[in-house]
């Protein structure tokens, strides 16, 4: 026979007792690999070792190669627009599993001089399904039902799904602020990278209505390291001599003279 050693070159043709010899001598396995050759080709190996490998590589194969069958759909044409949505969305499911799809328009009595109805349904659900599925056969009359072929498209498919957004609230991201609150993070705490400035009133000053609360510190005490002005007193309404909206008090220059009622006649 001619022996074949672990690494794949050739020892040339030896007699089965010194072939079985130096397959023994290295500790391994003598395997007849080309039973019908002429001489037999046997080759030194680990047995077990090389059915563990090929039983890998059979595996793989099969995990690669996608089982595909042709799934029918049947419509008819004076189908409602409830059912066709219906097997139309049954369709697409068929499609994104990969699987080919064959629709059939069933036609009875009188409709066969109507194949117009037909066309117009298979020209419809092909557009409905469009980006995910191409037209594989044609729509053709046989007999009294019409059939049209759906193959997927796989780049369609896959660019669908990769088209998905990142979902909210994932780590990391802000949530946008609502109503003057504050940014918050994803964990809901207070984002300390964004202040907020005290509410201002019409004339520009501080609005007394609002107050602010110091800041605390993390041992829950106030921060000595901020500092929150006094608010500013309100502006006294009435209108004035000068104008500006704010009544000059008694004694002031400028200063309009009030009557006193009690002494008006």
Request: proline share 11%.
């Amino acid at each position: 026979m001619r022996l074949i050693d672990p690494d794949g070159a050739q020892l040339g043709v030896k007699p089965l007792p010194e072939a079985i010899s130096i397959a023994r001598s290295m500790d391994l396995d003598l395997v007849e690999v080309a039973p019908d050759a002429n001489p037999p080709v046997c080759r030194i190996m680990d047995f077990n070792r090389y059915k563990y490998e090929a039983s890998q590589r059979a595996r793989e194969s099969r995990r690669k190669t996608t089982s595909t069958s042709i799934k029918e759909m049947k419509y008819r044409p004076k189908i409602g627009t409830g059912d066709f949505d219906t097997k139309t969305r049954q369709v697409a499911k068929f499609l994104g599993e990969g699987h080919k799809v064959k629709i059939t328009i069933m036609f009875r009595g009188r409709e066969m001089s109507h194949p117009e109805l037909g066309k117009k349904i298979l020209d419809h659900v092909a557009e409905t399904v469009g980006p995910v599925a191409k037209v594989e056969a044609e729509p053709k009359l046989d007999g009294r039902n019409m059939t049209m072929v759906l193959a997927p498209d796989r780049r369609a498919v896959h660019a669908t799904r990769g088209d998905a957004r990142r979902p909210e609230g994932t780590p990391g991201q802000r949530r946008p602020a609502t109503d003057g609150a504050p940014e918050q993070a994803a964990d809901g705490h207070p984002d300390p990278a964004v202040t907020t400035a005290p509410e201002q009133a019409a004339d520009g000053h501080t609005d007394p209505a609002v107050t602010t609360v110091p800041e605390q510190a993390a041992d829950g005490h106030p921060d000595p390291a901020v500092t929150t002005a006094p608010a500013a007193a309100a502006p006294a309404l009435g209108g004035g001599a000068s104008g500006s909206g704010v009544a000059p008090g008694r004694g002031e220059p400028g200063a309009a003279a009030v009557p006193d009622p009690q002494t008006q006649p």
